[in-house]
């Protein structure tokens, strides 16, 4: 069974320092979202592509956080410089299109500590 | 705008009982309600979704789940809860916002503990 890949699993940093996530969907999935998860919360979306564009970065903090999905495959997300509110469990999902209606299969998670 | 609220932070049922988790939604659009559940330091794995087609939605391990307009509630059940069932368990609702978006919007989640 297919499935989504995240790395690492666990990151622990400083802060004012610079992170990156990785993330693989399932193959031939055209939509690709980034959702943070502060413990003893439910995830919320930071960004959401289409292919290799953005369709949604409305709740992504622009002024540390990047994302970028070059070739519509795989994609990255980074922090830099990251702060202490930093902390929480980044989750990556794809879907096969786009749409309120689609199945979103997520990744394991890359939990991130910054101290 | 959806919103979802799930009532109860934690719930504990022994097992061999009922579970019951409850979820309630605000949307002014029919709309298209998800459950998942996450098992600790894991990602999120799907139960079941309603998409309209039918108002018992029937998923997997068991559990199942009813879409009732009147009350606006999506409540998960499972008649028998096993020991492994216990995670945290996630309503969503997505965003109607616009039609090329699929953002999920969820519940703050319910712990559930399965006692022995």
């Known amino acids: 069974e297919a499935e989504v890949a995240q790395s690492p699993r666990y990151k622990i940093t400083e802060k004012s320092q610079a992170v990156a996530f990785w993330c693989d969907p399932i193959?031939?999935?055209?939509?690709l979202y980034w959702y943070r998860q502060i413990l003893g919360q439910g995830p919320e979306l930071l960004v959401q592509?289409?292919?290799?564009?953005?369709?949604?970065d409305s709740q992504l903090p622009k002024d540390r956080f990047s994302a970028e999905r070059l070739k519509g495959v795989d994609s990255t997300l980074k922090i830099q410089p990251a702060e202490l509110g930093d902390s929480a469990m980044y989750l990556c999902?794809?879907?096969?299109?786009?749409?309120?209606?689609?199945?979103?299969?997520f990744g394991p998670g890359t939990r991130l500590l910054v101290l | 705008a959806q919103s979802v609220t799930q009532l109860g932070s934690h719930v504990s049922v022994s097992e061999g009982a009922l579970v019951l988790l409850r979820c309630n939604y605000s949307?002014?659009?029919?709309?298209?309600l998800f459950w998942y559940v996450q098992y600790p330091n894991q990602g999120l794995q799907l139960l079941l979704k309603?998409?309209?087609?039918?108002?018992l939605v029937k998923g997997i391990n068991g559990f199942e789940a009813e879409f009732k307009k009147s009350e606006t509630s999506f409540h998960l059940t499972k008649p028998s809860a096993h020991m492994s069932d216990a995670a945290e368990y996630f309503c969503?609702?997505?965003?109607?916002?616009?039609?090329?978006?699929?953002?999920?919007?969820f519940g703050q989640g319910t712990t559930l503990q399965v006692k022995p």
């Open positions: 193959s031939g999935h055209a939509t």
């Open positions: 969503a609702v997505t965003s109607h916002v616009r039609s090329n978006t699929g953002k999920l919007i």
């Open positions: 592509f289409q292919d290799e564009s953005v369709v949604d």
């Open positions: 949307s002014s659009v029919p709309p298209y």
């Open positions: 999902a794809s879907s096969r299109l786009a749409g309120f209606q689609e199945t979103q299969y």
């Open positions: 309603y998409t309209s087609a039918a108002t």
